[in-house]
């Protein structure tokens, strides 16, 4: 079963951090991209971050860039998220993401 796991979301104060991991279980791992969706309350979906199968290729939204930073350990199976100087717009459930491939999402909320 091709699954995918989101955890480590939680409240942070504005301008603090949080780092989200993804397990993958199911599939070839090291041979897909993987990206990071969010979703924030009352709007659609943005796609945040995407990363090559091999870890080189990273793209950011214009909204993140600079301030958050994909990564991935094949060899663990998994996908993070390294989410800084955080911003109350930031808030928004995070979803891991491959093909037609969804985890449960991951709320992060910041706020003071």
């Known amino acids: 079963e091709v699954q995918l796991v989101e955890s480590g979301g939680g409240l942070v104060q504005p301008g603090g951090s949080l780092r989200l991991s993804c397990a993958a279980s199911?599939?070839?791992?090291?041979?897909?991209?993987m990206s990071w969706v969010r979703q924030a309350p009352g709007k659609g979906l943005e796609r945040v971050s995407t990363i090559g199968s091999a870890g080189v290729s990273k793209r950011y939204a214009d909204s993140v860039k600079g301030r958050f930073t994909i990564s991935r350990d094949n060899a663990k199976n998994t996908l993070y998220l390294q989410m800084n100087s955080l911003k109350p717009e930031d808030t928004a459930v995070y979803y891991c993401?491959?093909?037609?491939?969804w985890g449960q999402g991951t709320q992060v909320t910041v706020s003071s």
């Open positions: 993401n491959t093909r037609d491939t």
């Open positions: 199911g599939f070839t791992f090291s041979s897909y991209a």
